[in-house]
């Protein structure tokens, strides 16, 4: 029987081993997209307890929590830290099987050099040992990503943002990791929203205009986009829920957008073809700029609406949504290859069944521009664990170059969630160590150092142009 969570943790061959520990293992961290707080890491946040720093905003965790029956209190509520901290060891213990269960024990080894196991009996251990090591300067927020061998992340920021935290930051001799914005610009996405007219006055002091037009709209987000290019932005990022594709022109769009701010209601088809209308601009003026685009979609969201109107979204009542039409995706796709405007594009969904079908979409629209400019994401929100990745893994290796992945992120509000990276390393160097193994690639560590290197970290730095040296 192997011991728990060891040095070679979900390595279970020769092969898979080397190539963890010679090549994964030290490889530094690129974080291409997170939803760290940009003013915590200017401030260098430091954390009372290990209730703020691991349950503080974690819907991953409380989520669980709910499962075991925990009062919302002991979660999002009033209950003292430590009695939310016991109530979340009590839920581990029956985590068997769920990435939380790894994850949570990989950063008591990697940050509080704990390597018992979390229970309700050990709590007031782990507790006092995790609280004594907090209180070192080492524990702080920016030591948290230096020591995790972070080279460079990308905070998630809305164009009207004023970037003052990622100045702060930048101008800042002291701190080594470079931190860069990356473009969200939901808000003028989703016209179906009640608070897309109010947002415009936002975004339109920010670009020192009024946004009266579609067209003022369009030069506001392109005054916007300079000022993200000008501190360093590469990416930008779009929480969809599904890729659509409703073609209309631009005069059409214009007429919605007026209806709109007339306060008519919109019907669910004006919306589409605002959208698609809209993300052809954007993903326009991305690849004029060489902004990778990400696309993540299929989520159903803040589906208890009780606790919605009570906790807000981002708490935990999310599922998969399995409407994501793959027609939809690849002509949205093409009218940008038609136009000439299709950016370096990275794809997420949701719902692992569309593993085969993004693997099969990306294929068409792969040219000479970037090594692998359409990506397939990594195995995102509900599908990060072990069964997910493996299955995305080799959906990718089936399907497409897997040597020219551009690797995994956190997509975390955690200063501890970088073992992530490690865990999904292991998987990696797993997975193709047994094809190694199994006689399915030669056992040449010429090519395999050079793919194991290049999807922990060298692909990221190529395909985004990250000012950063290979490792």
């Given amino acids: 029987m192997k011991p728990f969570m060891d040095k070679d943790f979900l390595l279970d061959t020769p092969t898979a081993r080397e190539l963890f520990h010679e090549f994964a293992e030290k490889a530094p961290i690129i974080d291409y997209h997170c939803h760290i707080s940009p003013k915590e890491i200017a401030e260098n946040r430091s954390f009372d307890n290990i209730t703020q720093v691991w349950l503080g905003g974690d819907h991953y965790k409380w989520r669980q929590m709910r499962s075991n029956g925990v009062e919302e209190r002991c979660i999002t509520g009033d209950a003292p830290d430590r009695e939310k901290f016991q109530k979340w060891a009590e839920t581990l213990e029956m985590a068997i099987g769920n990435p939380l269960f790894h994850w949570s024990h990989l950063e008591l080894q990697r940050y509080f050099d704990y390597h018992g196991v979390l229970t309700g009996e050990t709590a007031e251990e782990v507790w006092n040992l995790c609280n004594e090591k907090l209180r070192s300067p080492d524990m702080r927020a920016r030591s948290l990503i230096e020591r995790s061998n972070v080279k460079l992340l990308c905070t998630t920021d809305d164009p009207a943002d004023d970037l003052h935290w990622h100045a702060v930051i930048r101008d800042d001799p002291t701190f080594s990791v470079l931190v860069l914005p990356a473009w969200r610009p939901d808000k003028v996405l989703h016209i179906e929203k009640a608070d897309f007219a109010p947002y415009l006055e936002t975004l339109g002091a920010a670009a020192g ?48 957008f007026r209806k709109k701010l007339s306060g008519e209601t919109l019907s669910m088809d004006e919306v589409r073809r605002y959208q698609t209308v809209f993300m052809q601009f954007a993903a326009g003026e991305y690849h004029k700029r060489g902004w990778v685009m990400q696309l993540h979609y299929a989520p159903k969201r803040d589906n208890n609406t009780r606790m919605y109107e009570k906790l807000g979204p981002d708490t935990g009542f999310d599922c998969i949504s399995t409407y994501t039409p793959s027609a939809e995706l690849a002509d949205f796709l093409d009218s940008l290859e038609r136009t000439g405007t299709l950016p370096k594009t990275i794809l997420y969904s949701l719902n692992p069944a569309d593993d085969a079908a993004i693997g099969t979409i990306i294929g068409c629209f792969q040219n000479s521009d970037a090594i692998g400019k359409i990506q397939q994401g990594s195995a995102w929100w509900f599908n990060d664990n072990k069964v997910g990745m493996t299955n995305q893994l080799t959906s990718l290796g089936n399907l497409g170059l897997l040597g020219n992945f551009v690797g995994m992120l956190t997509d975390s509000r955690s200063f501890l969630s970088y073992p992530r990276h490690e865990y999904f390393r292991r998987i990696f160097c797993n997975l193709i160590g047994g094809w190694v193994e199994n006689g399915e690639f030669p056992k040449d560590m010429r090519l395999l150092q050079k793919i194991v290197k290049g999807v922990s970290y060298n692909n990221a730095v190529r395909y985004f142009h990250f000012p950063l040296a290979a490792y």
């Avoid at 003022?216 to 005054?223: C, V």
């Fill in 209 to 256: 205009m009024e946004i009266k037009t579609y067209d003022d709209l369009k030069k506001a987000l392109q005054k916007r986009m300079d000022f993200f290019a000008e501190m360093g932005c590469l990416v930008s990022d779009h929480s969809l829920d599904y890729v659509m594709y409703a073609p209309a022109s631009e005069e059409e769009a214009a007429a919605i």
